[in-house]
């Protein structure tokens, strides 16, 4: 019984060693990625300057083309995230101060995700190979369900996310692929789909109270000496429960309804989301109320 015992514990102790060492090793390939991801450009950055930063979901990353604001001499970087909420463009602005960025503006995408202050898991998966070399990460996932597991656990997180940080992807850091996600200053650019949905309904749909990763943003901003700049931004003609702005507009006077500037379907993707040529629509008309001067 005792030879057992000795053999159980040599072999949890050999599996806890592998775990450490493949811990480092992937946390170590994740910190030399700089051409993936908007994530790990920012972790991975040094200080920057901007004129504008954009933050948001896809309604961000679909919505602002940032070479526009180039083309009008500021300095501009669409750092919208796809199926991303408000918990990760808080941490990415926590982030960029943390890295001593200057911005002087950041427009934040604030509608549809003020309804919820969750994280979006496949997003924030992301942020999780450096939660042991930011003291920021660490604070913001602290109030994670299981943050325990995750920052105690060597290897747990690479194996929980394994389709968003685990071996294929740090294989895709090593072999240096690129992707698109960091092509036209970060802004993706949609194409009209003949399939494209063009309903939605929303009308369950209510803005919290007070969302606190929308009121950390704020705080940041003003702290930092920031122009914070909030906007709802378009949806199609057949939503059902647009009165959702109107609730959002109550809830928050100083955002900006932006979200009439663009309707007509042709301009639009999907319900949510608008085509190249309606977004360009839509920064020009940014541009014009926000940047005129």
């Known amino acids: 019984m005792k030879k057992f015992l000795i053999y159980i ?11 450490i060492a493949l811990d480092g090793l992937y946390t170590y390939i994740f910190l030399q990625s700089q051409n993936r991801g908007k994530i790990e450009t920012v ?45 990760e463009a808080s941490l990415m602005l926590k982030l960029m101060v943390e890295r001593k960025y200057v911005i002087k503006n950041i427009i934040l995408e604030a509608d549809l995700n003020l309804s919820n202050d969750r994280e979006s898991e496949g997003v924030a998966a992301k942020f999780l190979p450096y939660i042991h070399n930011s003291e920021v990460i660490k604070n913001h996932f602290e109030t994670h369900d299981n943050f325990n597991e995750l920052y105690y656990i060597p290897y747990y997180r690479y194996v929980k996310y394994d389709s968003k940080i685990g071996f294929r992807e740090v294989y895709k850091v090593v072999r240096k692929e690129t992707t698109n996600t960091l092509d036209n200053l970060g802004y993706y650019p949609l194409q009209k789909h003949k399939n494209g949905n063009m309903k939605n309904n929303i009308v369950n749909l209510n803005p919290l109270p007070h969302n606190k990763y929308y ?3 704020k705080s940041i901003c003003k702290a930092n000496n920031i122009n914070f700049i909030a906007i709802m931004t378009p949806m199609c003609e057949n939503v059902v429960g647009m009165n959702y702005f109107d609730k959002v507009k109550k809830a928050y006077p100083e955002i900006h309804n932006c979200e009439n500037v663009v309707v ?27 940047f005129k001067k």
Not at 9 to 19: D, G, P, R, S
Not at 59 to 78: D, I, Q
Not at 268 to 290: N, P, V, Y
């Open 9 to 19: 514990a040599k072999i949890i102790a050999i599996t806890f060693l592998i775990a």
């Open 43 to 87: 972790v991975n950055s040094t200080a920057q300057k901007y004129d504008v930063v954009i933050l948001g979901s896809s309604r961000a990353n679909n919505h602002f083309v940032a070479p526009m604001f180039e083309e009008k001499g500021l300095k501009t970087f669409n750092y919208g995230m796809s199926g991303g909420h408000l918990f």
């Open 215 to 217: 009121e950390e943003i």
């Open 264 to 290: 007509e379907d042709k301009y639009f993707s999907s319900c949510g989301h608008m085509t190249d040529e309606g977004a360009k629509l839509f920064t020009a008309r940014i541009l014009k109320d926000f």
